[in-house]
């Protein structure tokens, strides 16, 4: 075990996978020399050469294409958009392209290809270095969308996708690359696909998260354990698509309350389908109506990001909305 930072993690991964598996290439905006805008592919260049970790031109549309073509002939890409926001030009090579061959060839070809994104605020980029376009990608059949949370569920998540055969995007927080910190092993492992984590147990009211908010999330918890005596049980969703219904409506059965959080505007947010479907499966084990925190319904503001994003306080208000708590 070793103690990493998630972007150190994602580094472990992506070294563990080349080591093991000839057919795992790395493809993108300076990923090469340069180690990758947030250097997450630092040092894999020298040890693996540039007929493996290529470095592109600026061409997201490029980069998708030229993976989805290196996975139909048996490699096993890693495709680096080196922000979300930069993924709209590649955009209908995924949901037109990527998400549709292995429906479209009837089984035949499948395209195994990993995209990996650094999404979200918190560095105060602004508008075009700071969205969540997570709702995008989980609207789209035949794609998996993970977010990890932690450094472990980083590198096991990344492990988990180069595995399958179907295409995944993972939306890393770049607001905790660096600050969230934990216990990773040195080899090789998975964490499962589909799985979301409780992550703090409690009894009175289920908080769900995923990516930076998981912290923040956990930050309410305590607030409102220690100013209210409220059990908060927190559960990273961890895989948006697909994902861990039974855990998630499990948790929201026993408590009778539930809050979901994330970065993403409201609007058509990922948060609605949770909602949705917490909503047809725990519909008779509610006591409270379902809470959202979430983005504003705006382009991301620079100056005002600090308002902009959810904080424990906004995520613990409205836990004790769902409580009747003043």
């Known amino acids: 075990m070793s103690t990493m930072n998630i972007v150190q993690a994602i580094a472990s991964a992506l070294g563990h996978a080349m080591e093991t598996d000839p057919r795992v290439v790395i493809l993108g905006e300076d990923v090469g020399k340069f180690g990758g805008v947030f250097r997450a592919t630092l040092g894999l260049h020298e040890r693996f050469g540039d007929s493996r970790v290529i470095d592109t031109p600026l061409s997201e549309s490029g980069i998708i294409g030229t993976a989805i073509g290196m996975a139909l002939y048996g490699l096993r890409p890693v495709a680096e958009i080196q922000f979300a926001d930069f993924v709209y030009p590649g955009f209908d090579q995924i949901v037109s392209e990527l998400a549709k061959y292995r429906y479209r060839s009837g089984g035949h070809f499948t395209a195994p290809v990993v995209v990996r994104m650094p999404y979200g605020g918190g560095i105060r980029g602004g508008l075009y270095h700071s969205q969540s376009p997570e709702a995008y990608f989980a609207h789209t059949p035949g794609l998996n969308v993970v977010v990890p949370s932690t450094p472990h569920d980083a590198k096991g998540l990344l492990l988990a996708a180069l595995a399958c055969d179907d295409p995944t995007i993972i939306l890393e927080p770049k607001r ?151």
Do not use: N, Q
Not at 208 to 233: F, K, P, Q, S
Not at 290 to 318: M, S
């Open 176 to 326: 905790i690359y660096r600050a969230a910190r934990g216990e990773v092993p040195d080899g090789g492992y998975t964490v499962p696909i589909g799985k979301a984590a409780v992550v703090r147990p409690g009894d009175d009211v289920t908080v769900l998260a995923y990516g930076a908010m998981l912290h923040t999330a956990l930050e309410a918890a305590e607030l409102l354990e220690a100013e209210h005596e409220v059990d908060a049980e927190v559960i990273d969703v961890r895989t948006l698509v697909p994902y861990d219904l039974e855990t998630l409506a499990e948790s929201v059965s026993r408590t009778g309350r539930l809050v979901v959080a994330h970065e993403a505007p409201k609007t058509c947010g990922y948060g609605a389908e949770l909602v949705a479907a917490l909503s047809e499966a725990c519909f008779w084990r509610l006591e409270a109506p379902i809470e959202r925190v979430t983005g504003l319904d705006t382009p991301f503001p620079h100056t005002l990001e600090h308002y902009y994003l959810p904080d424990k306080h906004r995520i613990a208000d409205a836990a004790l909305r769902t409580l009747e708590i003043p």
